[in-house]
């Protein structure tokens, strides 16, 4: 069995392989600096983690791991010009480097280039395998309309924001797993319930990084702390402040979301005690527990041996050790 | 056999039978808002038509063919970003009437329901369709992005436009004939002479535009004229001018598409006249006559009754009649 490392490493070597610019290169070179710009490669990783639980042959699963990856950058390169983004993972993003055309068309190319290799699986899984990825990534775009949506909305329920949660992260997690689950051969009812520990896996994903942008050691978080709270997004933690808070916390809230004239430290300082004195922080812990939990149920029923099923044990046990 | 105009009433109502707008509705509008706007459905009833060829039942290539019109038109919709057009057959363009942010990820939307679309055919035939498909796409994207180079470009050889307007436009309507004849069950290699018959009829049918743009006759082509020469698009009567030009209609050409200071009857009357000095507008005539029949020498030669042949002879014909 490979360590997620080492598939970290294979989808690496995997892409850089096909790195090929080829004409139009205004076409091909934003979509592989954008391709080429690392990150965690954890969705393809769970393609490769999917198959692993059902098949020694994770060599059949890495092409279309690497078609998700490109699917995901697609959203990325998108999102980025829809969320005004400047920079991503250090680097100036694509419609910034270039322009907003080349933004749009390289993300369509990356699109059509995922599905060049979520196709390539073998025939046989092929309808299985689309059926998955087309919903999937359909889903990922109502994820991000509700969430553009957000912006412009003076309340949204948790009900609402986890919902959004599922569709615009957790739903490219679990679709990861079952196209792997199903690239491997798993029957389709284990299939399925590997997608819903996908979205118990993503979930917990989505909530422990609201949890450490805001309370994350900046050393280990990698990011800066407290963005989201200055950029004044509508996480689950200010979400359930606004649902949870008295007239003060409130009003405390309105004033420093209601302008961007403050000290940034004081703002996110302040507006993080009214977090804490709601035990928000706790709270949102004790979801990314539940969701690591339903998914490590999951993983637990899996007739696999335990061999087959470390590696993702692993993975979703660190989510809750990096929040404990 | 079912007509072009019976085709076309089908394709229409498949379209319109599965409207419905889904949550959020914010993404599910402007889908439904460009795919209800009419249009000839050339491509989708090409599908049809390639079907037809080889098959009595097109009922299997409805939906692929319903799934080709969505994909042109979230080119369409991405394509009106990148062009700053701001109306499209008499309605405002999608990123106009909402914003840019709806155009772009209605258009990834779209894109994403033409995939599952076209992957509803026969599973038998989903390899080779999916193959066609995507690469097809990936083309169209090229072309795009060649089309975006020429605006900056000040020379543009008529072997680099042809270039442009055969993954603009040509390989569409090529790689829509081939998937009706690979659904309709025709052998590999008659399903790539039918891509090849496409190339002649997409080549054709865009130089037929180019000059209609020109010399067209208002009422019948329904669109204004001289609006490529009074937006300064590169089209083949230009580049050809370009090349073809004494150094007095090059300065002409020079003075008139240097600045948008001119009266626009002027501007269109002068380049035209340089054009027909040329005979360019004769020339490109003789292009769309060579390009229509290489395709109908396809036609010809294929193994199946006149009778299924009819509807494309008939509209291959027909490019070449509006402009004799």
């Known amino acids: 069995m490979k360590t997620i490392e080492e598939l970290q490493v294979l989808i690496d070597q995997e892409i850089q392989a096909r790195y090929q610019i080829l004409e139009p290169k205004e076409l091909y070179e934003p979509m592989w ?6 990150g965690k490669r954890l969705r393809p990783v769970f393609v490769l983690l999917g198959c692993q639980l059902f098949s020694d042959d994770i060599g059949k699963a890495i092409l279309p791991a690497v078609g998700i990856e490109m699917f995901h950058n697609f959203t990325l390169l998108h999102d980025d010009i829809m969320d005004h983004a400047s920079m991503r993972r250090n680097l100036p993003t694509v419609h910034v480097k270039w322009d907003l055309n080349r933004g749009i068309l390289s993300g369509d190319a990356l699109a059509i280039q995922a599905n060049i ?32 949506n957000f912006e412009q909305m003076a309340e949204v329920s948790v009900a609402q924001y986890m919902n959004m949660i ?6 490219l997690i679990a679709g990861s797993l079952q196209i ?3 690239i491997g051969g798993a029957k389709p009812e284990w ?9 118990g896996i993503g979930m917990a994903f989505q909530l422990q990084d609201d949890y450490l942008d805001a309370f994350g050691d900046p050393v280990t978080f990698g990011k800066n702390i407290g963005t989201d709270i200055l950029t004044n997004k509508k996480t689950y933690l200010l979400i359930k402040a606004q649902e949870l808070g008295n007239p003060e916390h409130l009003e405390t809230l309105r004033n420093y979301y209601s302008s961007n004239d403050f000290d940034p ?6 507006v993080k005690k009214v977090f804490t004195d709601l035990h928000i922080d706790q709270e949102i812990i004790g979801k990314v527990h539940d969701y ?33």
Request: hydrophobic content about 40%; proline content about 2%.
């Open 33 to 38: 600096y954008a391709l080429s710009n690392g």
């Open 117 to 148: 290799f979520i196709s390539s699986c073998e025939k046989d899984v092929l309808p299985d395998v689309l059926e998955v990825f087309n919903t999937t990534g359909l889903q990922v775009c109502e994820g991000q309309q509700y969430d553009i």
């Open 166 to 171: 599922r569709l615009k992260t957790a739903v």
């Open 292 to 324: 690591s939990n339903l998914a490590l149920e999951i993983l637990k029923e899996l007739p696999v041996s335990l061999e087959r099923k470390d590696e993702l044990n692993k993975f979703t046990c660190n989510l809750m050790d990096r929040i404990r």
């Open 265 to 270: 430290v004081e703002k996110v300082q302040k």
């Open 180 to 182: 792997g689950a199903i």
């Open 191 to 199: 299939a399925k319930r590997i997608y819903d520990m996908g979205i």
